[in-house]
């Protein structure tokens, strides 16, 4: 007989015992007057099966009343404590919707972690995430208010975390004012929390209007007073926001009306770091980057270096969420920084290796840009190659449009002679600012020509590589800040 089938056996004759024994040695008084109800049990089982009960009915704690030992647990309801003593004899739960109320779960979770059921806690997670994921996005703001600070939770946690990459409007939406201060705390602190950090910023500003409805949300009508509010609302949010990882041009217009809410320190640190090329915050920790945060740039956000790396990694699956983008785009240039030149370009990106190029185009929330998986190296002529691609992304990503090459002779035109940069006879020389369909199978653009509010080139790494001990480069200075 195989050792499965004797443990089968095993559970069957134990779970018998549940309902059909006659030498019960435990009375458990489970609830509060006027509802307390008995419950039946052995205490060899309970012994085995948890720790909290190992403790409790030690000969040093027990009340025999009858030869029965008598064990009264208040802090837990009768309709919880007999499923949970079911599982503890059959080793299964019934979770579906008539035998526990869905917003029973997290009370649930709450007494099997007491009585140490570290499976159960588990599980009954487990079971939510698999079959209640409707049920907890439309109730997204109450479910994290209550697992956010209970360590049990975890895997709750984390999976709602993963729910906030993927789509952060599911906890910053209207409701996000009825978040109490913990649960925000514990929002703010996670460093897979992966939104651009200005936007996280402008997140907590709405939760501070919305615990002072009577202040008004135009900052510049703001009085003295509005403003000692809000600093008292949102002392305890203010550490924990990525100040130093915010761009600088956000930083002037988004974060610097408000700064009568900042720290006396952090201020200066924040105008030393913006105004003095290489200073350093001397009184404020500078929190590291949230995983996955955008790359060092102006253009492109956390969820177009999402899409774009599933783009280069071509494989049929789903778009990554951002923490899980297996390469780090390191800036090398920057046209509003740098310059738009031809001779700047190549200086800064020729032999650094596989790049991605973006463009903003001027007058319209458009970003399109290309793939260059073998480098620019002021060849004056065309390189060849299968994996190049070209794209147009909305930058509020409503739409993306992706064209692979389809004439490998003339993918890459890496001159020095012309403004002619870029992929294709024309399909996108982002310097010039044309786009005209020839070489790629897509047309990301309605119009043939654009142009060229700001550009910047990226050199892809592999997160594994030891590249990635270069850190983004410091956000460009504006003068004047404070």
């Not at 698999?130 to 997204?140: D, I, R, T």
């Amino acid at each position: 007989m195989s050792s499965i089938v004797l443990a089968n056996a095993l559970l069957r004759d134990i779970s018998n015992r549940f309902e059909n024994a006659d030498d019960y040695d435990v009375n458990l008084y489970v609830g509060e007057e006027p509802e307390i109800e008995i419950f039946q049990a052995h205490s060899f089982i309970l012994r085995a099966r948890s720790a909290y009960f190992r403790a409790a009915l030690s000969n040093n704690w027990v009340k025999k009343e009858n030869d029965k030992i008598s064990f009264r647990k208040p802090n837990i309801s009768p309709k919880l404590f007999g499923p949970i003593l079911k599982y503890m004899y059959t080793s299964s739960i019934e979770l579906n919707i008539e035998s526990v109320n869905r917003q029973e779960y997290f009370e649930l979770i709450a007494a099997a972690d007491e009585l140490t059921l570290t499976e159960l806690v588990d599980h009954i997670q487990e079971h939510i995430i698999s079959n209640e994921k409707g049920w907890l996005l439309e109730n997204f703001v109450q479910v994290f208010q209550k697992i956010s600070t209970y360590e049990a939770m975890r895997k709750l946690q984390d999976y709602c975390a993963e729910l906030i990459c993927n789509d952060p409007s599911v906890v910053f939406t209207s409701d996000f004012g009825s978040l109490e201060e913990p649960a925000l705390l514990a929002l703010l602190q996670r460093d897979d929390l992966v939104m651009d950090e200005i936007d996280i910023w402008e997140c907590v500003i709405k939760w501070g209007l919305a615990k002072n409805k009577v202040i008004d949300p135009d900052v510049t009508k703001w009085t003295q007073r509005d403003f000692e509010a809000m600093e008292r609302t949102l002392h305890n949010s203010i550490q924990y926001i990525r100040f130093f990882q915010i761009p600088a041009n956000e930083y002037f217009y988004k974060v610097r009306p408000y700064k009568k809410i900042l720290p006396r320190n952090l201020k200066e640190d924040l105008q030393l770091y913006y105004i003095v090329p290489l200073g350093q915050p001397k009184y404020t920790p500078v929190l590291p980057p949230r995983m996955g945060l955008r790359p060092d740039s102006v253009i492109i956000t956390s969820q177009h270096a999402a899409i774009i790396a599933n783009w280069i990694y071509n494989k049929p699956r789903d778009t990554y969420k951002p923490h899980e983008i297996p390469y780090h785009f390191k800036l090398l240039i920057r046209g509003s920084r740098d310059g738009f030149t031809q001779e700047e370009f190549h200086k800064r990106c020729d032999h650094k290796g596989a790049n991605i190029v973006v463009v903003k185009v001027e007058g319209a929330p458009i970003v399109v840009g290309g793939y260059n998986p073998l480098g620019w190296t002021s060849a004056n002529d065309w390189r060849q190659t299968t994996e190049s691609f070209i794209f147009s992304l909305n930058k509020q990503l409503k739409t993306t449009i992706m064209g692979r090459v389809r004439n490998p002779n003339c993918a890459i035109r890496d001159t020095v002679s012309k403004q002619w940069i870029g992929f294709g006879v024309g399909d996108l020389h982002f310097l010039d600012g044309t786009c005209t369909p020839n070489d790629y199978d897509a047309k990301i653009l309605d119009s043939a020509r654009y142009v060229v509010e700001d550009y910047e080139v990226f050199q892809v790494l592999n997160k594994s590589s030891n590249s990635m001990k270069d850190r983004p480069s410091k956000p460009t200075s504006i003068f004047g800040f404070m």
